[in-house]
């Protein structure tokens, strides 16, 4: 067949409509040469199935940057860069923080002193294990600074800021110590204004040293132990629960963490054991599980909750209550009261909350982004000043801040950019609007709740019913017994 023929053939197929569809070579990589980039390219492809399949190993999370999503926050400077100390190597440049880098030299020459720390073997320590932790940091991290001035800047920064938080702790909280702290602190330059700044900076993303380095600081003293309950004691301060919300977990004392930042997050996600429900809140499960179980159930396919805001959860008949840890994971929903843990909001809640979302938007931190939905679900919960005013009036949240307003604000814009965990809150989620959709079931809620406070009266509601049924049966047998007489 000519050339001719073959073209005129396709013609013809084209204006008959034919499907013509590209034609694989089989045997394509038989006559292709591939070179050396190319076939690691292919090996590349064979790697990730194999990772996929046998499960990526856990890795610890690299101290790195703020994640991109959040870089352009318009307060981003406000709520994520260092104000007053640098610590590692992210900021260790920045000129505006080149005032306070005496102050952390005297901190760490106080600490070195008061523990009788040998400097030269600590230098010696850390410079040996300098691979180890610079691994703890993005590459770029510390790529401009040779290993003799990163294993100095460590020693510095490590003693230093070990040395405030065993400083700021015993003032903030040892009356006898207290006087002392307090002139230690303005004998180093602190100011009263700075101290503020400096909790939040020791808690940013990027300013961060890793644990592992305060371990070895720590264990060059006689003190350690000493030392670990002053980290905890400042991580404690610094969460700001209402109370003795939190209480010292010996397991999490004795864990690895990555950094301050990670510890924190660890305290703030502490897992809830079960808890005993009250008498009332027995009775009120009771009732509503065995008489209105039908209205209740809602198939999980068919959910959707549409309640804005606590100012609609009081009109639905929801009742608030404080939970019993500040927890984020210790959110319940039962007997038509939702219990959320207390929290304090001050100037810091924004940097702290946000810091720990970036944190687990880190793309090598594999966690539950537990803090971001505990954000996300506040936000779902407070729109306007009404909203605080109810947490507030339910001992849930104390507002350091300023006006409800400026609260109602700050949980509005930090939300902004975050991905929650739709599994989190969702069973708590569900009960809330199967409450709100079963007008009969809130009417229940709201009086049970209005007429039990107590456990006594509930006991007495109990004795009520029983006499009252007891009086009716009575009623019955004895109009029945006369009747059968009168038959007879």
Known sequence: MSMEDSRERRREGNDAGTDWRVVIDQHAECRHRFTIEEEKQFKSLQDALKEAKEGQPVLKPKIQKVPFMLQDNTNFNKYFKPRVVSVGPYHHKDTNLKLTEPIKLKLAAFFIQENKVNEKNLYANIKAQIEILKDCYDDKATKDYEDRKLAWMFLVDGCAILQYMDTSVAAATDEHDQGNAGKKLKELGIKTHHVAFVHQDLFLLDNQLPYQLLQLIMKSTTVEKKLLESIHRFIF????????????????????????????????????????????????????????????????????????????????????????????????????????????????????????????????????????????????????????????????????????????????????????????????????????????????????????????????????????????????????????????
């Open 237 to 488: 301060n610094h969460i700001k629960a209402p109370g003795e919300m939190y209480k010292n977990n010996d397991k999490l004392l004795q864990e690895n963490h990555v950094h301050l930042l990670d510890l924190l997050r660890k305290t703030l996600v502490q897992p809830v054991g079960n808890k005993k429900a009250g008498l009332r809140e027995k009775l009120m499960n009771f009732v509503t599980v065995n008489l209105f179980a039908k209205l209740k159930r809602k198939k999980k396919d068919e959910y959707w909750h549409s309640f804005r805001n606590i100012e609609e959860l009081k009109a639905a008949g929801v009742d608030l209550e404080p939970s019993e840890t500040s927890s984020v994971r210790d959110v319940t929903f039962s007997g038509g009261t939702l219990k959320l843990p207390p929290i304090v909001v001050d100037d810091s809640t924004a940097t702290k909350f946000l810091n720990l979302a970036a944190y687990e938007m880190c793309p090598d931190f594999q966690n539950e982004f537990e803090v971001s939905s505990y954000i996300f679900f506040l936000d779902s919960l407070i729109d306007r000043a009404q909203d605080v005013k109810e947490l507030r009036e339910n001992k849930i949240l104390h507002n350091a801040l300023g006006s409800d307003e400026e609260v109602a604000k700050l949980f509005n814009e930090i939300s902004i950019d975050l991905v929650p965990n739709e599994e989190i809150y969702y069973k708590v989620k569900r009960n809330i609007q199967n409450h709100c959709n079963n007008k009969c079931l809130a009417w229940l809620y709201q009086f049970l709740h209005d007429h039990f406070q107590s456990p006594w009266s509930a006991i007495a509601f109990i004795g009520a019913v029983l006499a009252l049924a007891s009086s009716i049966i009575q009623t019955v047998y004895t109009v029945g017994g006369y009747y059968n007489e009168k038959k007879c």
